[in-house]
């Protein structure tokens, strides 16, 4: 009477909380007036009629919907809701022998206690030995004492029937809860035996039949089922991108390709990803594959493997992605360029090419900022894998000089420097730019063993090379941003008759 006036209700989609109304609206149930007959104080009655008269406290079972309402809140509040729901059913049970004991003990008392063998011989605790005979009774254990009239037998009729009817059908229900439960763990049992028998029946390797049987246990232990969009499915659209939202909209914004795009393309994006796991040296992509996915490291490691797959190039993080460049589908940029393996037990969030076509579908400003960043994210990687190659050549050019310096023709090759040398100060301030490559000689007695033949790196004569304004440092050009080439054409000052076409120049970059 003091929780329930104060209980806010729905009101034509609004929930009303004004206590004044929340009163009107209580007074005006059936719930109200059973709590008002239900609180009548019958019990002052005893001091005339005396204890024996129970029925004094009958109107207390109109309180009998308070109880249910209370199992309804518990069952939507509670994290384990079948706790509840099993209790509820326990205390049905319960009552029911109770209310058996009850009157087996009231027919005692109407045919007199001890007056025969069936009924109660009124020793020892009488609510105690009534409530033992009516669970034997209702549970069909058998053992009771034998009825000696027809009350008796109607009783024990009675008993028998509820307990065959009525308690089977609680029985059943309980097991119904806990089969709902534990549901998904039987789903998940009953795929795993199927799954190792039909590997059995094929004679897989035991080795492989081990890393299955870990996929599963390792994909039981993260999300408690094998397909996410089954529970969803269930929710209306806007709640389950809202779900989607909160577990994935973190990991998402993280991606570069996808930074700073509008809330509405990453709003459906969300609902596409979808968790993937992998055992510890399983191959995420392998190089070479054409690239349909995008993987964003939800826990665990991942390792960028070079081409041999003996060397780590990189380690990939919680909220490292991957593969993002083929999603827009790039002519020449859909194979994977290396291998991405997974360090120890991982989860990743997998983003395949159709859901972002259907979802840049919507969104064609979107698609096109993301095309032009996709190109500079690749212009990038090809500067730095630029930047990487020019080191790396030039690391084995001094190499390679200095083995030649240390070679018994070393001194020879001094002496033909010379003449380089020479040619070096006739050149105009503006061809002297090239001189950082002079020196790379063709081997002795070849054709091109003159001063005029002088081999440089990428296979080109010095008389091929032109003036230009640009730098001719390619590690200064990848700075700025620009693709270090070279153009081949004949010097200003070089004769006319040595002016031939120059062979093609193929830039190591």
Not at 10 to 20: A, H, P, Q, S
Not at 312 to 318: F, G
Not at 340 to 351: D, E, I, K, Q
Not at 473 to 501: D, F, I, Q, W, Y
Request: glycine share 6%.
């Amino acid at each position: 009477m003091f929780v329930k006036p104060r209980l806010m209700f729905l009101n034509e989609g609004f929930m009303v909380e004004d206590t004044v109304e929340t009163k009107k609206n209580y007074h005006k149930k059936l719930e109200y007036k059973f709590d008002v007959l239900s609180l009548m104080p019958l019990d002052i009655l005893y001091l005339y009629f005396g204890t024996d008269r129970v029925i004094l406290r009958l109107p207390r079972l109109l309180k009998l919907q308070t109880f249910w309402e209370f199992h309804r809140a518990m069952d939507r509040i509670l994290h384990c809701p079948y706790v509840v729901r099993v209790g509820k059913t326990l205390f049905y049970i319960f009552y029911l022998i109770h209310l058996n004991a009850c009157a087996y003990y009231a027919i005692s008392d109407y045919m007199g206690l001890g007056s025969d063998g069936w009924v109660y011989d009124n020793k020892g605790n009488a609510y105690i030995r009534c409530f033992y005979f009516a669970t034997k009774t209702a549970t069909s254990i058998g053992k009771n004492p034998k009825p000696e009239n027809a009350v008796e037998y109607l009783f024990m009729t009675a008993a028998w029937l509820m307990g065959v009817f009525v308690f089977a059908l609680l029985i059943s229900q309980i097991r119904d809860i806990i089969a709902t439960a534990t549901k998904a763990k039987t789903e998940y049992r009953n795929s795993v035996d199927a799954c190792t028998w039909y590997m059995r029946r094929l004679n897989l390797p035991v080795s492989l039949q081990r890393r299955i049987a870990c996929w599963f246990n390792f994909t039981w232990n993260q999300q408690r089922c094998f397909d996410e969009s089954k529970i969803l499915n269930s929710l209306p659209y806007n709640m389950k991108r809202d779900v989607a939202l909160y577990v994935h909209m973190s990991i998402l914004s993280q991606v570069e390709l996808f930074r700073d795009c509008s809330p509405s393309l990453l709003h459906d994006l969300v609902l596409q990803l979808r968790p993937e796991s992998f055992l510890p040296g399983a191959a995420v992509v392998r190089r070479g594959d054409v690239g349909h996915h995008m993987y964003i490291v939800k826990s665990g490691e991942c390792l960028v493997m070079a081409s041999d797959e003996k060397e780590v190039l990189a380690v990939l993080r919680t909220g490292s992605v991957f593969g993002e460049i083929s999603l827009l589908g790039l002519e020449g940029l859909r194979r994977r360029t290396a291998t991405v393996r997974s360090r120890g037990y991982s989860t990743l969030f997998v983003l395949s090419r159709s859901d972002l076509e259907s979802a840049l579908e919507y969104h064609e400003e979107a698609a096109q900022i993301l095309r032009l960043r996709a190109d500079r994210i690749i212009r990038e990687n090809a500067a730095r894998q630029a930047t990487k190659a020019y080191n790396l050549q030039s690391s084995d050019s001094l190499s390679q000089e200095e083995d030649i310096k240390k070679s018994p023709s070393g001194m020879k090759r001094r002496s033909e420097g010379d003449g380089v040398q020479e040619l070096s100060h006739r050149l105009s301030p503006g061809d002297r730019k090239v001189q950082p490559f002079l020196g790379h000689r063709a081997a002795p007695g070849s054709p091109a063993e003159t001063v005029g033949h002088t081999v440089l790196p990428g296979g080109m004569r010095l008389r091929d090379l032109e003036r230009t304004s640009e730098p001719a440092h390619p590690v200064r050009r990848v700075r700025e941003g620009k693709t270090p080439r070279l153009r081949a054409v004949s010097a200003p000052h070089t004769p006319p008759h040595l002016r031939a076409n120059p062979p093609a120049l193929t830039s190591p970059f």
